[in-house]
């Protein structure tokens, strides 16, 4: 497909548990990023990769998060150990190039921690 | 730290009536202001890029425009399609792709 793809797009963990979210840019994105969105809020930065290279992971709320993209192209959040404030939607984006560019957003993976 | 301020919160229109959101922005040194559009359940939809004071961008019933401080989405004779929650972003000097976003503007617009 041309845009950015997630999956799952939903998913329950019971707490304590180890979810993992994939994230698929649009085809040649250079820069990804993953965000945070609670409900009524707009979405919160975690973190972002220029390749392979994770550039700024400054928005990671513990070290219980966990981003790669080994190959420069899909990426995967891993969240160890779920508590209930990690539920959220998770919005992952690409855009062309780094820095002021335009990113285009993914529909979202709802994680719900029960 | 950089702050982006949107309002009002929410927005009741009847179906053709005219009206504005503002984002009000502390940043030196912008990189850009983003408008996105969000529907229940879905992902942010892009809209508008603006990068300098006086910038002004149109798409349908939309129009973008950008001072130093703040931008504005002006919104045209709206359509009940037009209803969902309007964000806005800004990057600043950092660049890095890190978008600081308001928490939007809910429209509704009824018939």
């Known amino acids: 497909g041309a845009g950015v793809s997630q999956s799952p797009r939903y998913k329950v963990a019971k707490r304590g548990q180890d979810v993992a979210l994939r994230c698929d840019p649009i085809?040649?994105?250079?820069?990804l990023f993953w965000y945070q969105q609670a409900l009524g809020q707009g979405p919160e930065f975690l973190t972002y990769?220029?390749?392979?290279?994770?550039?700024?992971k400054s928005g990671l709320p513990s070290d219980r998060f966990f981003a790669e993209r080994p190959e420069g192209s899909v990426s995967t959040l891993k969240i160890q150990r779920t508590q209930q404030e990690d539920s959220a939607v998770y919005l992952c984006?690409?855009?062309?190039?780094?820095?002021?560019?335009?990113?285009?957003f993914g529909e979202g993976s709802w994680l719900t921690v029960v | 730290e950089d702050q982006v301020t949107q309002s009002p919160e929410a927005l009741r229109l009847q179906e053709g009536e005219s009206s504005s959101l503002n984002c009000s922005y502390t940043?030196?040194?912008?990189?850009?202001l983003f408008w996105y559009r969000q529907d229940p359940g879905k992902g942010p939809e892009f809209l508008f890029t603006?990068?300098?004071a006086g910038e002004e961008k149109e798409k349908e019933r939309l129009k973008a425009t950008l001072t130093k401080k703040e931008s504005f989405l002006h919104i045209t004779a709206p359509k009940p399609e037009d209803s969902a929650t309007y964000l806005c972003?800004?990057?600043?000097?950092?660049?890095?792709?890190?978008?600081?976003f308001g928490a939007g503007t809910q429209v509704v617009v009824t018939p």
């Open positions: 984006a690409s855009s062309l190039v780094q820095s002021g560019n335009t990113i285009y």
């Open positions: 085809s040649g994105h250079v820069s």
């Open positions: 940043v030196s040194g912008l990189r850009g």
């Open positions: 990769f220029q390749n392979e290279a994770q550039l700024d």
């Open positions: 603006l990068y300098s």
């Open positions: 972003a800004v990057v600043g000097p950092e660049g890095g792709g890190k978008f600081q």
